[in-house]
Every structure is written in structure tokens, then in C-alpha cells.
């Protein structure tokens, strides 16, 4: 039987992942922009996001994969960490080499990371993942931690992003990765072990 990774992202389209029932893990990245049943876990790699939790000015329910950063935000908070242990999962610290650092390795990037080397996924189903597609990264973390969105800042971390998709799906050959979009425009060159399924527009969310 495969083994099969739904990873729903932050992205405009991520509503893709309610157009048809969806087996398999399910991973999500900080808290995501809708309820999904059956959640394994959400994937953590920031700081702001973890001090935004211990100020309680946002709450993140569910079990969580923790990345280098929140772990040394445990570290130097132990009376947080005991507080939040029993939601850690584990930490994945794993950086892989073609990142300078974990800046650059984003919630999406970790979340991806995990489901092909350490969960072994044959399948990877990615869905609000809009950057690798448009310009636009735009997120619902936006909501709730705010974040440069000007054009500036998008065009640096779009040439750091998606540099470190490319070489991720090089770096499992063996791994589908499958994408969820609106169009099958990737911006940059990809090996056949990535598919794109397209959709008319986003899934309708009124009796979800």
C-alpha cells in the first residue's frame, strides 16, 4: 500500500485540499486556515510564532512537529516547554545542505521535508503552496502575526523559496509530489516525479 502525505498549506488555494476526499497523513503547517479532520500534526519553525503562543495572544491546538528554532525557544523556556510538552510530537532539525539556513527553510519546506525523509512517503499531496506558482505569498498567518508583504521583501524570499523546492524534489526522485493549484505554471524546471493537478477555482467552503 502506499503511503500517502496531505500537506495543507497557507496559501490562497489551499481550500483545493476539500475539493474531493483526501486519504492518507494529514500535516499542516502553524495553524491552518481551516479545520482539518484527522490532523497527525502541524509543522512549527518559528520563533514568532512559538512567543506569540507563550504570550497567549494566539493558541495552536493539536499536536506539533517543532522545528530548530521553537526547540531553542523551548530550551530557553523550560516552564513553557513542560507547559506544551505533551502537544510535541518531536523536533526535526534537519537542515538540508542546498539551505544556507533555517530562515530560509520555511514551515512548508519543513513540512515537506519531513513527510519525504522521515515519515518515507511514496505520495506528497501539497496544497496552498501559491508561491511556487505566482507571486503571491500571501498567507493566513498573515491574520493573525504580521509579516512584510511588500513587494520588495516577496521578491527575496520567492528567490530563496523556491530554489529550495527545486532541489527538495531532486533530492527524492523516488518521492511523488504532487501540487494543487489553479494553473500548472511552476516557475522553475521540475523532474518527473512532480505532477500538477489543475482545478477551475477554489473549493466552496460554505458546508465544510
Known sequence: MKRVVQLVGNGDNA?????????GMKLTCN?????????????????????????????CPGDWILGMRPKIHMDRNPT??????????????????????????????????YAANKVKADEIHMYGFDSIFDFNLKSCSDFYLGSDRGNQNNNRLTNNWRPVWKNMFDEFPNTKFILH???NAIKFDVGSNVDVVTYDGKANMENI
Open 15 to 23: 481550500s483545493l485540499f476539500f475539493k474531493e476526499p483526501r486519504p
Open 31 to 59: 495553524l491552518p486556515p481551516f479545520d482539518v479532520a484527522g490532523v497527525y500534526a502541524t509543522v512549527i519553525v518559528d520563533f514568532k510564532f512559538m512567543k506569540a503562543i507563550q504570550d497567549m495572544s494566539l493558541q
Open 80 to 113: 513553557f516547554y513542560v507547559k506544551h510538552s505533551h502537544q510535541v510530537k518531536e523536533f526535526y532539525t534537519v537542515l538540508p545542505k542546498y539551505v544556507d539556513n533555517y530562515t530560509d527553510f520555511n514551515c512548508g519546506h519543513m513540512a515537506a521535508h
Open 181 to 183: 493549484h489553479i494553473h
